[in-house]
């Protein structure tokens, strides 16, 4: 499926990862082929040669109210503090705004993982009496959209997409989905997800857990989407417009060359590309866009299912105006993305 966009823009952005607060250290490190990947603990996976992009040091009572915080899974500390942080990056002001305009629509891989097994622990160790009924909240996939929609006060549009490590493009396509039907005039979108040892243990047992250059990571990236006629009225700075979004369900064997053509058509004119999910491990792929400048922030940070955000908020602050990026990302076995970015204003 191929959709033309004229009406999108891009106005604010936010990322959260190994790396820090902000693109900029990513950047950086994908520029010096660096990264801010840690080795697992030993008594997260007994073995040598593998490390994750865990974030460290995030103290989710920066970003609100502690008491709040404490009622919030991780993965939802993540989305609130990254939303609030792209609404001021974005300059929107939630006051002049209609909240009924203002929606979220998120990715998410492993949100809920860890308060499912604090909820189902204290199940299986105590019976009924061991429930915590503030934990079950928690517990599902929406948590971060809803806890970040509560927080910011959002009441338009609100969804949750979990699309294997295309969980963030589909996000992205929802939500952009929406502006074009006329039913917000605000989207933030992306992705985030969480990290914790029960998940590496698990993969590890089901023979999943392998030696890359691109481990798992944890965090997210988050786009404020506007019609292109929101942010002109609000005088907004617009960073990129969005122009085209291709998916495709899969990869038929032996058709794989006209899949990957469908995927990269139109990609001639950008100079940059962004890479997510498993896409970086795809020669047929890499070899459409040889000769234009990578930037794989798996590499750098990590990947999980909903990492995509981080990828599209990296190039979305790397594109000049007028210059066009593309952003691509692959699961195994399907989805894949295709998304066309260009910096500042439509032209």
């Known amino acids: 499926m191929k959709n033309t966009i004229t009406n999108i823009v891009i106005t604010g952005s936010s990322t959260l990862s190994a790396a820090g607060t902000g693109v900029d250290a990513i950047q950086e490190l994908v520029r010096s082929g660096g990264d801010a990947l840690t080795a697992m603990p030993f008594d997260v996976l007994d073995a040598e040669g593998y490390r994750w992009g865990k974030i460290d040091g995030f103290k989710a009572s920066d970003f609100m109210p502690p008491m709040k915080a404490r009622k919030m899974d991780r993965c939802s500390q993540f989305a609130v503090s990254m939303a609030g942080l792209a609404l001021k990056d974005a300059g929107l002001d939630l006051k002049e705004i209609a909240p009924e305009r203002v929606g979220i629509v998120l990715g998410s891989g492993f949100c809920g993982v860890s308060n499912s097994l604090e909820f189902l622990t204290g199940y299986l160790t105590a019976g009924v009496e061991g429930l915590i009924p503030m934990i079950f909240p928690n517990t599902v996939p929406n948590a971060p959209a809803s806890n970040a929609s509560i927080e910011h006060g ?189 910096g500042g204003p439509p032209v």
């Open 154 to 342: 959002f009441k338009g549009p609100n969804a949750t997409m979990v699309q294997r490590f295309c969980s963030a493009e589909s996000a992205f396509m929802m939500a952009c989905r929406f502006i074009e039907e006329g039913r917000a005039d605000v989207i933030i979108t992306g992705g985030t997800d969480e990290l914790i040892p029960l998940m590496i243990k698990a993969f590890a047992a089901m023979g999943q857990l392998k030696r890359t250059s691109a481990p798992f990571g944890e965090g997210g990236g988050i786009i404020v989407l506007e019609s292109a006629a929101h942010a002109a009225r609000r005088l907004a700075t617009v960073k990129a417009s969005v122009e085209m979004i291709t998916t495709i369900g899969m990869l038929v064997s032996g058709r794989e060359d006209e899949g990957l053509d469908l995927l990269t058509d139109g990609a001639d004119g950008c100079s940059l590309v962004s890479l997510s999910g498993t896409a970086a491990d795809m020669p047929a792929l890499l070899q459409r866009v040889s000769g234009r400048p990578l930037i794989d922030t798996g590499r750098a940070v990590g990947r999980s299912l909903a990492m995509g955000g981080t990828a599209m908020a990296v190039l979305l602050a790397s594109l000049e105006p007028g210059q066009q990026g593309l952003h691509l990302a692959a699961s195994p076995a399907g989805p894949c993305y295709a998304i066309c970015l260009r």
